[in-house]
Structure formats: C-alpha cells, structure tokens
C-alpha cells in the first residue's frame, strides 16, 4: 500500500475527514503545481489559567504562579495542522493538537487543556473560515 493510499485510509477510518481531503488537496495540487488552500483554520482562544497551589504545596515542589507564556482571552488562528501558531506555547500545542483535525472535519468548538498538573490552560478550538 502507498503512503498517500494508508494516509487516505486511516483519515477516513479515524473520522478525520479533513486530513483526508488535505490529502487530495496536495495530490491535486501536485499535478498542477499550485500550492494547496486551506478553506478553514482554528482559533485557539485562552479561556481560563488556573493555578493549583494545593497541589504545589502538598509535593513541595512546582511553579509559584500561573502560566505565563499565556493569556486569558488570549487568540490564536492555526492556519495548518501540522504546525503551531506563532508565539504559541509548544507544550500545549503537543497536548491539544490533535483536536485541531477533529474541529476542522466537524466544524463544533471544544474546550480542551494542557496537561501541566500544576498550572493547566484551558483553550476554546473553534472553526473559522479563512
């Protein structure tokens, strides 16, 4: 089986449909040589920064405060799948990212969070039209 071919299959298999037609989007664009245009992209916007001090001074051990890579309300606009916005944090980006696929195939906002057990962000994953 081809990459393109076992890429295609697994999109479809895992509901991705968006990657799916990505794919077919590079195959075509390929042949013609244009570059591919993306129709929809994610906004990432910070809902909430928490801070859970219990948890710092149960272990002894953790930041003192809040992240602050980030900012409530805060917004981002992914533009590919495949890499982070700008100035985004790259330890959510490696928690939340495979959402990105789902709300593109969907089109329904979710919230999701990074895992830091200490200092967690919680992020709205919206479709946008670009």
């Not at 990432?44 to 001074?57: A, S």
């Not at 790259?90 to 969070?113: F, H, K, Q």
């Not at 830091?116 to 039209?129: A, H, M, S």
Request: net charge neutral.
């Amino acid at each position: 089986m081809e990459r393109r071919e076992f890429l295609t299959t697994l999109a479809a298999t895992s509901g991705c449909a968006m990657a799916a037609s990505t794919l077919e989007g590079a195959d075509q664009s390929a042949q013609t040589g244009a570059q591919p245009q993306a129709k929809y992209g994610v906004k990432i916007t910070v809902l909430k920064r928490n801070y859970e001090k219990e948890f710092v001074d149960q272990l002894k051990t953790g930041p003192k405060s809040a992240c602050t890579r980030l900012s409530d309300n805060q917004e981002f606009t992914v533009k590919s799948q495949w890499s982070p916005p700008e100035k985004f944090c790259e330890w959510a980006w490696a928690d939340i990212r495979t959402y990105v696929p789902m709300v593109l195939g969907s089109g329904n906002p979710i919230a999701v969070c990074c895992t830091d057990g200490f200092r967690p962000v919680f992020f709205k994953l919206e479709r946008i039209e670009l």
